[in-house]
């Protein structure tokens, strides 16, 4: 069994997951109550679901990019869990979260999220035989910065809004922009992943991990 906290932006979310099943999941927006909203949301999960603290085998924790104060919330309430339940800990990358299942429509597809002053922290992806793969690192970019590097067909998946997917869709040729629904960071997304590494015994330091944060850094070309 493995509890799930996704607290990277205003988008947050826990999952419980037992291996098999997703026993649980809850996805609010958050106007920067993250502190005060999160530990009844975990509450609220395992009264629910009828388990206790002692039923958990592992935590999985989004571990950024994302907002600065959001982040360090989530992890800190993970970090502190493990420790009082002695329980290991699994960090994953907040946009491997949103990569994580998404169809193979196209071979390369990049995922967002938002990280202020309109901008969006993106990675690229390659699609594999089962998975989807992160392709360089971590940058940061406007909608209009996005649209300039989209040369042949590429899925965009995140936090889009509006007026962003107006932006990229003057790419409507390249620019294969997810519904909505599909746009969603799941948490039972960030479980699944966390529960694999778990089994496989890849989990991390729990005083150690820290979350990733948005360098500045150059706009990489298709």
């Not at 990280?115 to 992806?125: E, H, I, L």
């Not at 509006?162 to 969603?184: G, P, Q, T």
């Not at 529960?195 to 706009?219: C, F, M």
Request: charged share 25%; hydrophobic share 40%.
């Amino acid at each position: 069994m493995i509890l799930a906290i996704d607290s990277s932006t205003k988008s947050v979310g826990v999952c419980i997951y037992n291996g098999s099943y997703v026993l649980y999941e809850k996805i609010w927006h958050s106007s920067r109550r993250h502190t005060v909203e999160l530990p009844p949301a975990i509450g609220s999960a395992l009264n629910e679901t009828g388990l206790e603290f002692s039923s958990l085998k592992c935590i999985g924790a989004a571990i950024g990019p994302g907002s600065f104060t959001s982040l360090r919330i989530g992890l800190a309430l993970a970090k502190g869990l493990c420790l009082s339940l002695h329980l290991p800990l699994v960090g994953v990358p907040s946009l491997d979260i949103t990569a994580y299942g998404k169809c193979k429509i196209a071979s390369r597809m990049i995922c967002v999220l938002k990280a202020g002053r309109n901008r969006f922290a993106a990675q690229k992806y390659l699609a594999k035989t089962d998975r989807w793969v992160s392709d360089g690192e971590v940058f940061s970019a406007t909608a209009d910065e996005l649209e300039n590097i989209i040369t042949e067909p590429t899925i965009i998946c995140g936090e889009i809004n509006e007026e962003d997917r107006k932006i990229l869709s003057r790419r409507w040729r390249n620019a294969l922009i997810s519904s909505s629904a599909e746009n969603v960071r799941r948490p039972a997304n960030l479980a699944e992943i966390a529960w694999k590494r778990y089994l496989s015994g890849d989990t991390d330091d729990v005083v150690q991990l820290e979350p990733i944060y948005l360098r500045t850094a150059s706009i990489p070309s298709e």
